[in-house]
């Protein structure tokens, strides 16, 4: 009977969540004629995949795709190394000022990019890295605040006595930090890989504001190729939303029993 | 010790990928600097524009004609699509903007931006006359010229035809008065099937309204931009403005969402609106959708001629480009009669492409030249340094109206409210 | 975790002391958290203190940059009623949106958790719309549409006539609040990675103990996700207060300002007025107020929060003595 409940609620919370995608896939599919039609149609009477591959071409989305993924892979691998670290470092040690340190990591977040967006430009301008990808990648390889946060979090719920067991028996911090904690932080690590690869993937406003050359473009800057100041290309926009979707989506099926597969503390200490 | 020395090595190693990684995509980053001026180099002209899809596409094309015909010469067409204003203020924040960019908004930008005066006297081939009088009003700031026309629209009244024959209503004529769209608004509205006679916008831009306050005989400012008392709230601004709030009211018009709800386009679109008020931006879309559409010049006030706005969008360059010389060329070809031709979704700015063309014969066009015609006062935000000020609260005001306040009453306010900025 | 659950106290105490010496790691912490201090002295603190000076300055972007002095501040508290709007549609914004997420995450996880097949697929579906948010906007404006917008027409199929959502100045923030909590899979994500988290055992000797299920809810969850639920709730706070997309390319603010957010004020003062200063002083004055809040909640967290590797005494003792209660 509780089962039965359970499955209930799942599967109406899923047409729930499932619904905006499937009319974003139907919208994608329509002709023109169709698009504004009320009530709305929800199955399109002729299927036009062909919008699929007009909207991926009126742009080099191919170009698109490969400087996206070359900016999600190497800033999801630089989080994953500076946070991991920095996360350690909170979580596991007393320093002076630490506790200050750590505020300032949460100030972090709540900085409005409204007015540290034209600096930095400034900034990045002075360094010659705009219109390169970098302002895109190298900030990620010195760690963000939510990431910092978040690892730091998971790290201070694992057990301390083992890594004091294996410091006792003469293991440097490093070790403990690999040896120890990193095998036991895999569902955490594997939720920041995904955030950061999500993230990054639909980032907006980085790219549009440090990008200038449509040769450097990501694909959500490709995306906003289709809503102009004086019009939206709905079928287009759809199109390309539900294609580039497809990535992230794979990524998170396969990553997601990893993330739910428990935190090891138990099989350790149980 | 060895611990130290294990951190350090993985810190360095750290440094060093990560600095190899972006090493990587620095071949790529190819022309990010224009700073090397040396000469057998491509030089790159940056562009930018805020247009997308389509006409992005035929800008791509007439930066490569440019290309073919300067050798050694490279436009860098930047998209900002409807992020420009935030890529504009970024880039003349940090001293880096486009050489050549799209404007309209030159009482913001006029400070940065070249003045074309010396430019423009100096070289025969732009043929200034050929352009519509006028036109060059809208890019001059305190005399001196900042953009080159490049497009323009006027506003016209769209009308769904197959509403019409429906309903038996005759098509709307050029000289028509509001009262019959009034009339005809309320027998096009068809509540059990949403259909409505007119849509009337939740969120303004005011510049738009002021073809209609300027039909009535109102203004939003007096002639000299210096008072807006008795102008922004005068009886004939509050009667324009009240006249769409009562449509709304009344239920002929339905009130169509802001910037990224379903617009009024969209239902116009999906056959549910009969008339709608805009520029040329959507026409096209329109007849891909399969509307029928007509278009008629905007209906007048009892014994007043109707009056147009013009919105126009002109080429500038930037006060810190390096190379205007290239910029101006580019500004030329980009509005030689051989790229007006190409870009399609603009009203050509040039009669001699007009009258190739036939443009203002074709009865779907005709109204937005006639329209011109009609367009010869000065908007409000040519008059005022501060007028982004004042009409923030105007704005709200507008929108008040649109949802059920009395016009009168909140223009009033609004008056008040905005002489602090103009002290 | 069930052996601490037992442990001594006394034991405890001994234990920790020692174990406190080794924690003071010298150099060491400074050498691991180096990169987050490199990478915000070069790319956050230049930025961060330049907005703080030119917040004393009159900056039109183009043109000439004036020294005002606090002019900027002053001119915020006691002339623009959008500030105070802002502010207010904020702060309310906020008092719905926090706990609302926060319930709902925990909820969806809660379900999430539950032994079923497919999960795999649920989980998906469930994380789907978080990562689509800018597409989602546009999604979301079929959905709110009065007359033409899906709700409306389900509503309709009901026998309910909706509201103009997005247009009517009852609804509006409400349907904004609906919209962001639709895009908050990431903290459902963290609450389902936490409760995963929580050892077997502390439910079976619960259960052992003749607790129910609301019981084992309060007593073991509860107390077992508050790192969790610290987190999430610091990370809401921020995340409303600096909601912005959603009004930006959905409503624009209206109607009637109800929607318009103090992040979006500061948005439109930066590049839709070009007041650069200004909306500088806007973002500092939100800035001390978050900074504030996080502060306030942090500091309560350490009479809330149980970490088990800190191994904090006040759940303990929570636990226990609910264990004694039910004994």
């Known amino acids: 009977m509780k089962k039965v409940v359970a499955y209930a609620l799942l599967i109406v919370f899923s047409l729930l969540f499932i619904a905006p995608l499937f009319w974003a896939v139907t919208t994608a599919l329509k002709s023109q004629q169709e698009l504004y039609l009320f009530p709305p149609k929800w199955i399109p009477s002729v299927w036009k995949f062909s919008n699929f591959a007009e909207a991926w071409n009126i742009q080099p989305f191919n170009l698109f795709l490969k400087n996206t993924l070359l900016v999600t892979v190497l800033s999801t691998l630089g989080q994953l190394i500076s946070c991991t670290l920095v996360a350690y470092g909170f979580a596991r040690f007393q320093f002076k000022g630490r506790d200050f340190l750590f505020l300032v990591v949460l100030a972090t977040m709540m900085i409005p990019w409204e007015v540290t967006m034209i600096p930095q430009y400034m900034e990045f301008n002075y360094l010659g890295w705009i219109n390169t990808l970098k302002p895109l990648i190298v900030p990620s390889w010195f760690g963000s605040a939510y990431y910092i946060f978040l690892l730091r979090q998971f790290i201070m719920t694992l057990p301390r006595e083992l890594d004091e067991a294996a410091t006792i028996d003469g293991a440097s911090k490093m070790t403990v930090l690999l040896r120890i904690i990193v095998p036991l932080m895999g569902p955490s690590l594997i939720l920041v890989s995904v955030f950061q690869f999500m993230g990054c993937w639909n980032d907006y406003l980085g790219p549009l504001i440090f990008l200038n050359d449509q040769t450097k473009y990501t694909l959500t800057l490709g995306l906003s190729q289709f809503k102009g100041m004086y019009g939206v290309d709905m079928q287009s926009i759809m199109a390309i939303t539900c294609l580039i979707s497809i990535p992230p989506l794979a990524i998170f099926f396969f990553a997601q029993r990893y993330i739910v597969g428990g935190i090891a503390t138990t099989g350790i200490k149980g | ?423 | 975790m069930a052996q601490t659950y037992l442990q001594n106290t006394s034991e405890q105490t001994a234990a920790l002391k020692a174990l406190k010496k080794r924690r003071w790691g010298g150099a060491a912490p400074y050498l691991f958290i180096f990169p987050w201090i490199f990478g915000f002295v070069v790319f956050t603190l230049g930025p961060l203190l330049f907005s703080l000076v030119i917040s004393f300055f009159d900056w039109p972007i183009v043109g000439k940059v004036t020294f005002i002095g606090i002019d900027n501040y002053v001119e915020m508290f006691s002339n623009d009623p959008l500030f105070w709007k802002s502010l207010f549609v904020t702060l309310k914004f906020a008092a719905l949106f926090v706990p609302l997420n926060i319930v709902v995450a925990l909820g969806l996880a809660m379900l999430l958790n539950q032994k079923v097949k497919g999960s795999a697929i649920f989980r998906t579906a469930f994380y789907l719309l978080c990562h689509l948010r800018r597409g989602a906007c546009m999604i979301w404006s079929w959905v709110y549409s009065g007359d033409y917008g899906i709700l409306n027409y389900f509503l309709s199929v009901l026998g309910i006539q909706g509201p103009d959502w997005l247009n009517d100045t009852n609804w509006s923030l409400v349907a904004m609040v609906v919209a962001s909590l639709w895009g908050q899979g990431s903290m459902m994500l963290i609450f389902l990675a936490g409760l995963k988290g929580i050892p077997k055992d502390l439910y079976e000797s619960a259960s052992i103990d003749g607790a129910g299920k609301v019981r084992q809810f309060l007593s073991v969850t509860i107390p077992m996700i508050t790192p969790t639920i610290l987190f999430n709730l610091i990370t809401s706070i921020i995340a409303a207060f600096q909601q912005l997309t959603l009004a930006l390319l959905l409503t624009g603010g209206g109607p009637l300002k109800s929607t318009y957010f103090y992040a979006m004020y500061m948005y439109e003062n930066a590049f839709k007025y070009y007041k650069m200063g200004y909306s500088a002083a806007n973002a500092w004055f939100m800035f001390l107020i978050v900074l504030t809040l996080t502060f306030l909640v942090f500091k309560s967290s350490e009479a809330w929060v149980f970490y088990e590797g800190e191994m904090k005494k006040n759940p303990q003792k929570k636990l226990k003595a609910s264990r004694r209660g039910r004994s």
């Open chain 2, 1 to 423: 010790m060895k611990k130290r020395i294990s951190l350090i090595v993985l810190a360095t190693t750290l440094m060093a990928s990560m600095l190899s990684a972006c090493g990587g995509n620095d071949e790529n980053a190819g022309t990010a600097n224009q700073e090397s001026g040396s000469s057998n180099q491509t030089k790159t002209l940056r562009f930018a524009t805020w247009d997308t899809g389509d006409a992005l596409k035929i800008e791509q094309d007439i930066a490569k004609n440019f290309e073919t015909e300067h050798p050694g010469t490279k436009v860098q067409v930047e998209a900002y699509a409807d992020g420009f204003d935030q890529k504009l203020a970024a880039g003349f924040g940090a001293g880096n903007p486009p050489d050549v960019m799209y404007m309209w908004d030159f009482p913001t930008y006029h400070q940065s931006l070249e003045p074309l005066d010396s430019f423009a006297d100096k070289d025969q081939e732009l043929k200034i006359d050929d352009f519509y009088k006028g036109l060059f009003n809208y890019g001059k700031i305190d005399d001196k010229l900042y953009g080159i026309p490049a497009g323009f629209t006027t506003r016209v009244v769209y009308y769904n035809k197959k509403l019409f024959d429906a309903a038996g209503v005759p098509y709307p004529k050029d000289g028509w008065q509001w009262s019959e769209f009034q009339d005809i608004a309320k027998k096009l509205t068809d509540k059990s099937k949403k259909q409505y006679g007119f849509g009337a916008r939740a969120e303004n831009d005011t510049y738009d309204l002021q073809g209609f306050v300027w039909s009535n005989g109102g203004s939003f400012i007096s002639p000299d931009g210096k008072t807006i008392e008795g102008y922004m709230n005068s009886k004939e601004t509050a009667e324009a403005i009240q006249m769409f709030g009562d449509m709304v009211k009344n239920g002929s018009a339905v009130l169509t969402g802001g910037k990224g709800q379903q617009s009024g386009d969209d239902i116009f679109k999906g056959g549910k609106i009969a008339m709608w008020e805009s520029g040329i931006w959507p026409l096209e879309s329109f007849k891909q959708a399969g509307i029928d559409v007509g278009t008629v010049e905007i209906p007048a006030f009892p014994d007043k001629p109707v009056k147009g706005v013009l919105a126009e969008s002109a080429l500038s360059i930037a006060k810190d480009s390096k190379q205007k010389d290239l910029a101006w060329e580019f500004v030329k070809y980009y509005v030689s009669n051989e790229s007006i031709k190409m870009r399609v979704a603009d009203l050509p700015v040039r009669q001699s492409v007009v009258n190739e063309l036939k443009k203002d014969q074709d009865p779907l066009y005709k109204p937005y030249y006639s329209m011109l015609e009609r367009s010869d006062n000065t908007p409000a935000f040519l008059l005022n340094p501060k007028w982004n000020e004042v009409n923030r609260q105007l704005s709200a005001a507008v929108e008040a109206v649109m949802h059920g306040s009395n016009a009168q009453e909140v223009l009033d306010q609004a008056v008040k409210d905005s002489q602090r900025y103009l002290k």
